[in-house]
């Protein structure tokens, strides 16, 4: 009864609380100060999803549409046809990643057959408009060019980067990049 | 009989049987990659290896027959091991570009590898990557892809009898090919496109632009000629990628011609009408439905007030029966006229005239079932692989598989000729002689007398030809007759019909098992619309007009008086001119396309006080038109057509409505609900319930159905007496028959005109061309890719003496005009005509006919498909 009224008049309870936010205040910081400081993301991170480009620079989608066909959310459209300067090439002639409905969970980078998709570090994109985050494969190659080495590193931390090799006569997937202008 | 055991399961079969073929009888099915039902089994993809028990081994189950008390095993240990290997042996140059090829998503070796785990080759060798065969327009060949199962090889020469493709090398570097590297060129069927298991072979006009899973099948009818051909729409959000088939599938067992495969791009071509036009100081101007439809009915109401007989409606025969049939009562009850006509007139009128009138029916007593067993087939002036590829393609199979004679009588060589016993050839307009001499010839017991000789040779006919074709006759027990639109659209082609059914009674063909007459339709639905009243002669059930007992039918089942009086399209001219028709509708037909005299035709339309066009393109008389009324097409509304052979199937839509156009039933619909005049159907789905419930024996039915059993009518009893006594009702068509060749008027003894041929001059014939059908296809882009320009078609001899290449010039002149035409030197052709496509007959054609074309006295039927000519190199 007197522990009690005790207890009561004493707040003992706020006591308890306080001691526990004065705890805190000699542990280790952990809040980052966004968007002064940044975090160390890992490789494996699974941001907005860029396009690549062979090494000379040209395109690697060969416009299969496996990623439109795994994408559980059905954002992506991929409108392939023949590539204007190279009959007997396939090549995306439109390609909209719609990052509204995305739920970044990497099945089109799994499915795509060329590593010409990938995964970066990028987060923070953001618009005015729906229609701003639906992304043409301009768009995204851009970004892709942007992102620097991460989405290199996204398909080797992801054991990824075999396809890589397509380059050679004997890869799992033979699509040489095209050379254009002879 | 034998017994074999199955996995356990014993199971009896035909001695001879395949041991695939038993092992589906007891539920067993064994996967394939080189089999296919309809061609000779090859063996050559070693996917069917099954296990025997005793002797412990694996055959193949496609090409051992069975024998009495084998124990095969289908899924055993071994079994699984043996495709296994097999299909890493398959893939061991595969290049395992699935993810670009076009196959990928619906491939056999795909699938195939995925249920045996042989996703890629244990075997140690290179990647085949030999870059494409891209000469072709239409298709692609990627060596690298192909398994060498041969199936498109032996299509082409079984099924095809193209051959057009083989084998070239051997071993490794065996690839598949047009011979000796040169560019495709064949029937462009697309039928080694349809069963190549991997992409070895792809499509090129949609090459790239779809994957397989994305696209919807629509199974449907192929309204371009009379075969009925099923095929599958692919669409891919309501626009039509490619037209596909299955093994199997409908009368023509999954063949289909090139106009089928390849010509659909005109129903999405950006030119096509998609607003309602109506005529405002001399130009079109795009109007809306709920404007234009009142003004058109109350003008007709006008019209129609007059009198009877004041319009008159023309009606394309592709349209289903369905259309035909609301159309014609339109025109009959709400207009009250009998002046209708349809694309039929041209197309079948000069034959369906004599046997509606011998026979009662328009269907044939024998299908292609029935080609393929015959022992001689006549081909009657008709390129069979042109105007009705699939029967072609029974033809071809008959002589392939039964070794039936072939005769075709017929102007100049087609692709059937190299098959046929003997090419008759004799001058257009002759068949009616022909027939009367040959009929001559089999009733003396087989001997030509001189004169007899005489007049074959004076027609341009070979007589040993003539001689070994009487003798066949004579001695054969099934002979089918097969007429073609040369035939039917001849001057004389009423006679030469009438002329053909007699000698079919004389000989008893009539009343024979497997005998009979095909005539080829070249229209999708000529034999239907008839059948639906869609001309001055018939009302619906091809009774006749004429006949007031006929009429006392359809006038008590529609509470109306029905006009005796009227006409074809000759009367429908004449009235017009002479200004008693001051209406006139057209449903998809448009007669300048089979009227040469376009000058005449145009100033005779000018006169109408109204002409409404409903059309899904633009015209001739689309530029006439006070309304022009957009319309769907087949592949935008539903309804039934019948075939060639008497089927009657459904045309399913694939695709929504093109901009503003509706289905040609509901702009009748609204015309008569704007006239008050509503007729008694509230939808599209109660005219098919209302044509089967009086015509219960036209209920669809597929190639593996039972004949149309001649059932009793539910309401209009009387029409049973005329119905169409079919396959399985011989006996009455023969006693119709009787009846008929006693009645008929006897044949005219003199040789009915026909034209006479000067040394110096070429009879121009107007043909159809394989790559094309009518003149909507030259609106579609893959099609003129094929064939892009009208080229006349002269004998090879002649143009090489006058060094005339492929393209050169000639200038063309007839009493009436002369036209400048580019040439293709063709061999085959007789020394004493040329052809030229009749898809191309512009105004450059029919200014050579100018004046010069007549009507059939009895038929009505426009002539105008062949004039002298006379030929000079431009230098």
């Not at chain 1, 023949?82 to 969970?105: G, M, N, Q, S």
């Not at chain 2, 071809?396 to 016993?421: E, F």
Request: glycine share 8%; hydrophobic share 40%; with cysteine.
């Amino acid at each position: 009864m007197l522990k009690k009224f005790l207890n009561t008049i004493l707040f003992s309870e706020i006591g308890q609380g306080l001691k526990l936010t004065f705890r805190h205040m000699f542990l280790r910081k952990i809040t980052v100060q966004y968007p002064k400081e940044k975090l160390v993301l890992a490789d494996g991170y699974r941001g907005f999803i860029v396009h690549r480009r062979y090494d000379n620079g040209v395109e690697r989608c060969v416009g299969c549409d496996l990623c439109e066909a795994i994408c559980p959310a059905k954002a992506i459209r991929v409108v392939s046809d023949i590539h204007p300067e190279v009959p007997d090439r396939r090549y995306a002639k439109e390609y909209t990643l719609d990052f509204t409905r995305c739920v970044f969970c990497g099945y089109c980078v799994v499915a795509c057959p060329v590593n010409a998709l990938s995964m970066t570090k990028e987060f923070a994109h953001s618009s005015f408009t729906r229609d701003g985050l639906i992304y043409s494969k301009e768009q995204m190659l851009a970004l892709g060019d942007r992102s620097g080495n991460d989405s290199d590193a996204y398909l080797k931390v992801r054991n990824m980067w075999d396809a890589e090799d397509s380059g050679k006569d004997e890869g799992r997937y033979h699509f040489p990049p095209i050379t254009l202008g002879g | 009989m034998v017994k074999v055991t199955i996995n356990g399961k014993e199971v009896e079969v035909e001695s001879g049987t395949t041991i695939l073929h038993a092992a589906e009888k007891a539920g067993f099915p064994i996967p394939t990659f080189c089999y296919n039902p309809r061609m000779d089994p090859a063996g050559s993809c070693r996917i069917c290896a099954v296990e025997l028990e005793d002797s412990k081994r694996t055959v193949m189950g496609c090409i051992t027959a069975v024998s009495d008390g084998m124990k095969v095993l289908t899924e055993s240990a071994k079994v699984h091991d043996a495709r296994k290997t097999n299909l890493e042996l398959l893939l061991l140059h595969h290049p395992l570009d699935c993810p670009v090829c076009d196959c990928g998503g619906e491939c056999p070796l795909q699938n195939m590898s995925f249920s045996y785990g042989a996703s890629d080759s244990r075997f140690e060798s290179h990647r085949n990557d030999e870059p494409e065969d891209l000469k072709s327009d239409v298709l692609v060949f990627n060596s690298n892809r192909c398994i060498l199962c041969g199936k498109c090889v032996r299509i082409c020469d079984e099924i095809q009898d193209v051959h057009a493709i083989g084998f070239i090398n051997r071993g490794f570097d065996t690839i598949i090919g047009p011979p000796l590297g040169k560019k495709l060129d064949c029937e462009f069927c697309g039928d080694c496109l349809e069963v190549c298991p991997t992409g070895a072979i792809t499509d090129r006009f949609v090459r790239y632009q779809f994957r397989p899973w994305q696209m919807e099948k629509t199974e449907t009818t192929c309204t371009a000629c009379g075969s009925g051909c099923r095929m599958l729409v692919d669409t891919e959000s309501e626009a039509i990628v490619r037209i596909s088939s299955k093994e199997g599938l409908g009368p023509n067992e999954g063949s289909i011609c090139v106009v089928g495969r390849f010509g659909f791009n005109y129903v999405q071509n950006k030119e096509r009408l998609d607003k309602v036009y109506f005529k405002k100081a001399q130009r079109l101007v795009p109007g809306k439905w709920q404007e234009i439809m009142p003004k058109i009915a109350d003008r007709l109401r006008g019209i129609v007030a007059g009198g009877s007989g004041r319009v008159a409606g023309l009606l394309s025969s592709r349209v289903p029966l369905e259309d035909a049939f609301l159309f014609q009562r339109f025109i009959r009850q709400t207009l009250r006229s009998n002046f209708i006509d349809s694309g039929a007139r041209r197309g079948l009128m000069n034959l369906a005239l004599p046997l509606a009138k011998a026979t009662g029916s328009l269907r044939p007593l024998v299908d292609h079932k029935d080609i393929e067993a015959a022992n001689v087939i006549v081909v009657l002036g008709g390129d069979p692989a042109a105007e009705s590829n699939i029967t072609g393609l029974a033809i071809k199979k008959a002589v392939r598989k039964n070794k039936a004679n072939l005769y075709l009588v017929h102007g100049h060589d087609v692709s059937i000729s190299t098959r046929a016993k003997e090419v008759i050839r004799t001058l257009p307009g002759a068949e009616a002689d022909f027939l009367r001499l040959l009929r001559k010839s089999l009733a003396s017991g087989g001997t030509l007398d001189i004169a007899s000789k005489d007049a074959f040779v004076a027609m341009g006919a070979s007589l040993e030809g003539i001689e070994r074709l009487i003798a066949d006759l004579g001695a054969a027990k099934k002979v089918v007759f097969v007429t073609g639109r040369r035939f039917h659209g001849s001057d004389t082609g009423l006679e030469a019909s009438e002329e053909l059914l007699r000698l079919l009674s004389e000989k008893g063909w009539f009343a024979s098992e497997g005998s009979g007459l095909f005539p080829l339709t070249e229209l999708g639905n000529d034999m239907g619309v008839l059948m639906m009243g869609g001309s001055s002669e018939w009302l619906p059930g091809l009774l006749e007009v004429s006949n007031a007992e006929n009429r006392k039918v359809w006038e008590t089942h529609w509470g109306t008086q029905l006009e005796a009086s009227g006409g074809g399209i000759r009367e429908i001219l004449a009235g017009i001119e002479s200004g008693k028709i001051k209406a006139l509708i057209t449903m998809g037909e448009n007669p300048f396309e089979y009227i040469p005299d376009t000058a005449l035709l145009r100033e005779t339309l000018s006169k109408l006080e109204l002409l409404v066009v409903i059309d899904h393109r633009q015209s001739d008389i689309a530029d006439l038109a006070h309304f022009l009324l957009p319309s769907a097409t087949a592949f935008e509304r539903g309804g039934h057509v019948v075939s060639a052979e008497g089927f009657v199937q459904p045309i399913a839509p694939s695709m929504a409505y093109w901009g503003d156009s509706l289905p040609e039933a509901e702009i009748i619909f609204q015309l008569s609900r704007h006239m008050g005049a509503a007729l008694p159907f509230d939808d599209f789905s109660a005219i098919t319930r209302e044509i089967f419930r009086i015509f219960p024996d036209l209920s669809p039915s597929t190639r593996n159905a039972s004949h149309f059993q001649g059932g009793t009518g539910e309401i209009l009893l009387a029409i049973t007496k005329t119905q169409p006594p079919h396959k399985a009702h011989r006996e009455s068509v023969v006693a119709k028959v009787g009846e008929w060749m006693k009645s008929a008027p006897s044949a005219s003894s003199e040789s009915a005109a026909r034209l006479p041929v000067p040394e110096d001059a070429f009879v121009l014939q107007l043909s159809k061309s394989i790559n094309h059908s009518g003149t909507f296809t030259i609106q579609d882009a893959s099609l003129m890719t094929i064939e892009g320009e009208g080229l006349l078609r002269v004998p090879r001899q002649w143009a090489r003496k006058r060094k005339l290449k492929k393209g050169s010039c000639v200038r063309v002149r007839t009493a009436h005009g002369e036209a400048s035409l580019p040439v293709d030197p063709v061999a085959g052709l007789s020394d004493r005509e040329v052809h030229f496509p009749i898809h191309f007959a512009d105004e450059r054609i029919q200014a050579l006919f100018g004046k010069g074309f007549s009507w059939n006295s009895r038929s009505g039927v426009p002539s105008g498909q062949s004039i002298t000519v006379t030929l000079e190199p431009v230098l």
